[in-house]
């Protein structure tokens, strides 16, 4: 098995465990110091690293397990939706970039108010471009399970999309 | 573009039966270009996903993460009896070579002092045979003289030892 090195290997990284760790804990400071942690705390267990059949995976489901901890001691604010919904309907202008930019800000909200495991599948799905069988191993489900939430997940924020974008329009 | 396919397509993503290229080729729809009206109000979805993409952190958490992973290892330097005496050696050397300077000075400076051993190269001293006889006896009989006071008293200190010595015995 190919040698595992940290600068090659685990530190390019940063970006996706980033990218996972601010989808779950909502905060770019909190996800920072989740992958800090993380880098950490897989340096740590250096020894066992070609004990591990991807080394991805494991980072993945450390920096999961961190940013849900984290999460949870900052008693996860969790957005209103409410108000901010009132207020992206507000935008009745032309169909410009400032309308677009609007519209991402929504489906932003959308996806982050989603429950932890349908955000986190999204995110790994849809942003980070993995399949199943790699969801199911970070996440700790089977992948009957991922393809269940992904579903519920999409059509959910497809939903409450084109409900306020209609209604907006 | 068949925005028909797109179409069937995008339904079948909604029903999670897509695979990751063919999600791949909505985002790229929807990213490129024209989008027809239909398909419009989805268009921002897979913009917001491709977006996404590039969030990251910079590179000054690199140097921060390295710096807390790659800590400077200090380690025991072997010091061997050579290398712990080698500025004294160097003092040492510098003393010498300076030594040698001083040395190489000092005959280059006092060269005509030296004594010269070939005879050949002696002159007389002086012109009139007779003087340089008298010269030569007076120095002889100062030598000769000295020789004999030193043998007397070679002699007086043997004659006393002797004498303290059979006291002694005595």
């Known amino acids: 098995m190919q040698e595992i090195s940290f600068r090659k290997d685990i530190l390019p990284l940063k970006d996706k465990l980033f990218r996972l760790a601010l989808r779950i804990t909502l905060n770019r ?11 950490l705390r897989v340096w740590s267990r250096r020894n066992e690293w070609s004990k591990f059949d991807s080394i991805e995976a494991f980072c993945m489901t450390v920096a999961r397990n961190l940013a849900i901890d984290r999460s949870e001691k900052m008693d996860a604010k969790n957005l209103e939706l409410i108000p901010e919904m009132e207020q992206a309907t507000d935008a009745s202008g032309p169909y410009n970039l400032l309308v677009q930019t609007e519209r991402l800000d929504l489906i932003h909200q959308l996806i982050n108010k989603l429950p932890e495991k349908q955000r986190t599948v999204i995110q790994l799905r849809d942003i980070e471009g993995k399949n199943y069988k790699e969801i199911a191993k970070v996440m700790g489900l089977t992948e009957e399970q991922v393809k269940v939430t992904l579903f519920r997940a999409r059509q959910k924020v497809k939903e409450q999309y084109l409900a306020i974008d209609g209604y907006g329009l | 573009m068949d925005y028909k396919n797109i179409e069937q397509l995008l339904e079948r993503y909604w029903r999670c039966e897509t695979s990751l290229e063919e999600e791949n080729r909505l985002r790229d729809f929807f990213t490129s270009g024209e989008v027809p009206a ?62 040698m300077l001083g040395n190489v000075a000092q005959r280059s400076l006092f060269h005509n002092d030296a004594l010269d051993y070939n005879y050949n190269n002696y002159r007389d001293t002086y012109d009139d045979p007779n003087v340089a ?20 008293q070679n002699s007086a200190d043997s004659i006393c030892k002797a004498a303290t010595d059979s006291v002694m015995n005595e």
């Open chain 1, 29 to 39: 400071a909190e996800a920072e110091d989740v992958v800090q942690d993380t880098m």
């Open chain 2, 38 to 99: 239909a398909l419009l109000p989805y268009k921002e979805l897979f913009v917001y996903q491709k977006e996404q993409q590039i969030e990251g952190l910079g590179a000054d958490f690199d140097a921060r993460m390295l710096s807390k992973v790659e800590s400077p290892v200090v380690k025991a330097k072997h010091l061997s009896l050579v290398s712990r005496f080698k500025p004294l050696f160097r003092a040492a050397a510098v003393v010498t070579v300076f030594l």
């Open chain 2, 133 to 152: 006889y008298k010269k030569v006896s007076s120095a002889l009989l100062i030598l000769s003289d000295e020789i004999s006071k030193s043998n007397n």
